[in-house]
């Protein structure tokens, strides 16, 4: 019987350490996702008055900013036409990255809602895999360390109630309202 619990305990801890695992895999794919998202949206939406001015030395200003950053690989501003306008020197190929690289493409739109152009941005994607896996490494610790507690909480629980048991029976016994211990009115003959 014990061994039955001490089996499913641990069936639970290693359900839990994997759907613990599919979370967080599935948080830090939406988190690498996210930032260069939400940064080539707000480009985009940054960009469009300098885009309607035709100020492109303002776009110039607003991707050296955005290339500033160590995770923007590329960052360059087109037209509707796909001509590339900023910046001034063509961008270069992606074979020439180190590392993995993640595209994002935004429209930039006027206020009437028509296609000035778009913003395409290169992040950076080997850094993030780094810190990927400090996370993964941690969080097996930490399940590790949760799986270690709760075992040797659970033995200590069930060595406690052992060890009080009797003293339980006594105390019930005394009450007169344990079946288990015969008295006169139940006592077979």
Same mark, same amino acid.
């Given at each position: 019987?014990?061994?039955?619990?001490?089996? &499913?305990?641990?069936?639970?801890?290693?359900?839990?350490?994997?759907?613990?695992? =599919?979370? !967080?895999?599935?948080?830090? &794919?939406?988190?690498?996702? &996210?930032? *260069?998202?939400?940064?080539? !949206? !707000?480009?985009?939406?940054?960009?469009?008055?300098?885009? !309607?001015?035709? =100020?492109?030395? *303002?776009?110039?200003?607003?991707?050296?900013?955005?290339?500033? =950053?160590?995770?923007?690989?590329?960052a360059g501003v087109f037209d509707s036409r796909g001509v590339q306008i900023a910046p001034q020197d063509r961008l270069s190929?992606?074979? &020439?990255?180190? *590392?993995?690289?993640?595209t994002h493409v935004q429209d930039i739109q006027n206020d009437a809602g028509s296609v000035l152009g778009y913003i395409r941005v290169l992040t950076r994607h080997s850094t993030e895999n780094q810190e990927q896996g400090l996370l993964h490494s941690a969080q097996w610790l930490l399940m590790l360390t949760i799986c270690i507690v709760g075992f040797f909480a659970g033995v200590y629980l069930a060595r406690s109630f052992y060890k009080l048991r009797p003293v339980i029976k006594a105390r019930y016994h005394a009450l007169g309202r344990s079946p288990s211990f015969p008295t006169e009115r139940n006592r077979r003959r």
């Open positions: 019987m014990h061994i039955m619990v001490v089996v &499913s305990l641990i069936a639970l801890c290693v359900f839990t350490a994997l759907k613990y695992r =599919d979370y !967080q895999k599935a948080w830090i &794919s939406e988190q690498q996702r &996210s930032p *260069g998202e939400l940064l080539t !949206q !707000q480009y985009a939406r940054l960009l469009s008055p300098l885009m !309607q001015n035709e =100020d492109s030395t *303002g776009v110039n200003a607003a991707l050296k900013v955005l290339t500033s =950053d160590n995770r923007v690989l590329q190929s992606l074979m &020439s990255q180190t *590392g993995l690289a993640v």
